[in-house]
């Protein structure tokens, strides 16, 4: 960001955002507030983790990558999805979607996945243990957000999740293990190519751009190019100096609802640069918390908290 003369996106310890009982913190109000002006301004903010926390998320797009890599450059048409599909809250498994040139495995606790011959299928390493990671730090994120809003704590429980998970509940959040522009995949045919200012070539989805659904969204990727539309209407460039501890946050559709409109939701594209050589692709871990499937975003959460919508 540096070099588009922009300021850099906040960056906030994770261990300084972890509530405590009593007062809070000088460590806690400073970051809460560098968290907050940043999701203002950009819609983004970085979140800093533990070098052993870091060291896990590296080791999940490891397998990723490697995963990806022995997928059939060909799927099955019955694993098409597309990103307009009503099933949205209850992917669970392997599926693409050619319009935008990615490949998804999607964990989703309480579902378990069947490959089309109905066999069990072998999914990525670690995820288990990374959605317990960012989906903690999630829900941290949206206490730090509520504070923020000087609303009472943790005023979405009742439309998260139960954790743990109840018996025979399936988990509303997921975290989603995606590819971009794996060249082997046969997708290239439904995109459109465009010319970089400097020469080089830049590939957008047909769409132009798009939203989360979720209430907080977290994502680590291999590669830059995860772009976010700020509050002056620029497209910004928000994961290319990412340490190997940092993620990105953005808020997504239903915290926009839920805050009734004082939180934006993130409008993102995103860009495959000079991907010429890699033969992997883009590859992404990322996590949607997201509320209960049959929940009404009334802003009801938002009157019982003190705050009037």
């Given at each position: 960001?540096?070099?588009?003369?922009?300021?850099?996106?906040?960056?906030?310890?994770?261990?300084?955002?972890?509530?405590?009982?009593?007062?809070?913190?000088?460590?806690?109000?400073?970051?809460?507030?560098?968290?907050?002006?940043?999701?203002?301004?950009?819609?983004?903010?970085?979140?800093?983790?533990?070098?052993?926390?870091?060291?896990?998320?590296?080791?999940?797009?490891?397998?990723?990558?490697?995963?990806?890599?022995?997928?059939?450059?060909?799927?099955?048409?019955?694993?098409?999805?597309?990103?307009?599909?009503?099933?949205?809250?209850?992917?669970?498994?392997?599926?693409?979607?050619?319009?935008?040139?990615?490949?998804?495995?999607?964990?989703?606790?309480?579902?378990?996945?069947?490959?089309?011959?109905?066999?069990?299928?072998?999914?990525?390493?670690?995820?288990?243990?990374?959605?317990?990671?960012?989906?903690?730090?999630?829900?941290?994120?949206?206490?730090?957000?509520?504070?923020?809003l000087n609303?009472?704590?943790?005023?979405?429980?009742?439309?998260?999740?139960?954790?743990?998970?109840?018996?025979?509940?399936?988990?509303?959040?997921?975290?989603?293990?995606?590819?971009?522009?794996?060249?082997?995949?046969?997708?290239?045919?439904?995109?459109?190519?465009?010319?970089?200012?400097?020469?080089?070539?830049?590939?957008?989805?047909?769409?132009?751009?798009?939203?989360?659904?979720?209430?907080?969204?977290?994502v680590k990727?291999?590669?830059?190019?995860?772009?976010?539309?700020?509050?002056?209407?620029?497209?910004?460039?928000?994961?290319?100096?990412?340490?190997?501890?940092?993620?990105?946050?953005?808020?997504?559709?239903?915290?926009?609802?839920?805050?009734?409109?004082?939180?934006?939701?993130?409008?993102?594209?995103?860009?495959?640069?000079?991907?010429?050589?890699?033969?992997?692709?883009?590859?992404?871990?990322?996590?949607k918390l997201?509320?209960?499937?049959?929940?009404?975003?009334?802003?009801?959460?938002?009157?019982?908290?003190?705050?009037?919508?």
């Open positions: 960001m540096a070099g588009n003369g922009l300021p850099p996106l906040g960056r906030v310890k994770l261990s300084d955002l972890v509530p405590s009982e009593g007062l809070p913190s000088e460590s806690y109000k400073l970051s809460v507030t560098t968290l907050s002006q940043s999701l203002v301004q950009y819609s983004a903010a970085i979140i800093q983790f533990s070098s052993s926390d870091g060291a896990l998320l590296r080791s999940g797009l490891d397998s990723a990558r490697l995963y990806f890599h022995q997928r059939s450059s060909f799927p099955a048409p019955d694993m098409i999805h597309t990103s307009d599909s009503r099933e949205w809250c209850k992917t669970s498994g392997y599926y693409m979607d050619p319009q935008l040139w990615q490949e998804t495995y999607d964990y989703r606790p309480g579902l378990t996945p069947i490959e089309p011959n109905n066999t069990m299928e072998i999914p990525p390493g670690g995820l288990p243990d990374i959605f317990c990671l960012l989906g903690k730090t999630a829900r941290d994120i949206l206490d730090a957000i509520s504070f923020y609303l009472r704590s943790s005023p979405f429980t009742e439309i998260l999740d139960n954790v743990p998970l109840r018996n025979s509940e399936i988990s509303s959040s997921v975290l989603s293990v995606c590819c971009h522009a794996r060249p082997s995949f046969q997708g290239a045919q439904h995109h459109n190519l465009t010319a970089h200012e400097e020469g080089q070539l830049v590939m957008y989805p047909d769409h132009e751009h798009q939203v989360d659904k979720s209430l907080i969204s977290l990727s291999d590669k830059p190019g995860l772009h976010i539309r700020d509050l002056h209407g620029r497209w910004v460039l928000v994961d290319v100096d990412l340490g190997p501890q940092e993620v990105i946050v953005y808020p997504g559709l239903a915290l926009y609802q839920a805050t009734a409109g004082y939180v934006n939701p993130a409008l993102l594209r995103t860009e495959f640069n000079s991907m010429q050589g890699s033969m992997y692709g883009r590859c992404s871990v990322a996590f997201m509320p209960k499937s049959m929940t009404s975003l009334n802003c009801s959460e938002m009157r019982a908290a003190g705050s009037w919508c």
